[in-house]
């Protein structure tokens, strides 16, 4: 072999060696560049200040979730439906009746309607009156929950699970009423819900029978809130 020759094949070979080192470097470094670093936590592109915090899920929904609720809904293409995992009637009240109660104040699908619905269904189970007895107050208290709540679809379904409970507690209601006076007299005065809180107020009514006397619990209730006045039974 030639010196010009045995120069040229040395200078092809070191050529090869560097661009294999340069190859093999390359997986190297790109692994060192997709490594985190601890400024990257610092990065404001990774951070929005005005993203809407990640709500933790409400004592309903996490319930629900857990299956506790023995009832689940069933999408239908006219209307939604509840089906339940066993009888209606073989269920408890407590503690099932008050957590619906509470899950009126929910605002999110699918838990608006489970609530709802599942207080309606379970109070028209036979023998619903001896079992809401013992737990009417804590049935009111989260019913005034959902009445005193912004919300004006809250109040709506807090409203007509109250006429719902009156119609199976009957007289017995009517110790617990002057808790919920207050709101349904600032409802009274708007113009929005005046003629659904009117139409309730009867129900109610007729449902306690002439033993109820709103006018005894009215000097709990600002002067300028004394819309329930009309609708006082002697």
Known sequence: MSSASSGQFKAANQRH????????????????????RPSDKLN???????????????????????????????HGSVKHTLQ?????????????????????????HPY??????????????????????SILPKLVTALKTALVHPDGGVFERGLNALVQLSSV???????????????????LMEKTYKDQVSVALQKIEQHGGKSIQ????????????????????C
């Open 17 to 36: 060696k560097v661009k294999s080192s340069t190859t093999a470097s390359t997986p190297s470094s790109t692994t060192s560049s997709a490594r985190s």
């Open 44 to 74: 404001p592109k990774t951070i929005d200040p005005f993203a809407e915090p990640r709500r933790s899920p409400s004592a309903f929904a996490a319930v629900y979730s857990r299956g506790e609720i023995p009832c689940r809904l069933v």
């Open 84 to 108: 339940w995992d066993r009888h209606p009637q073989t269920i408890p009240f407590d503690p099932l009746l008050i957590t619906l109660a509470e899950g009126l104040k929910e605002t999110r």
């Open 112 to 133: 608006t309607f489970v609530s709802q619905e599942g207080f309606k269904q379970l109070l028209l189970v036979p023998g619903a009156e001896e079992k809401v007895l």
């Open 169 to 187: 507690a009957g007289p017995s209601l009517n110790i617990h009423l002057k808790q919920l006076l207050t709101s349904l007299s600032k409802r």
């Open 214 to 233: 709103l006018s005894e619990h009215l000097h709990e209730i600002p002067k300028k809130d004394k819309g329930l006045e009309n609708y006082i039974l």
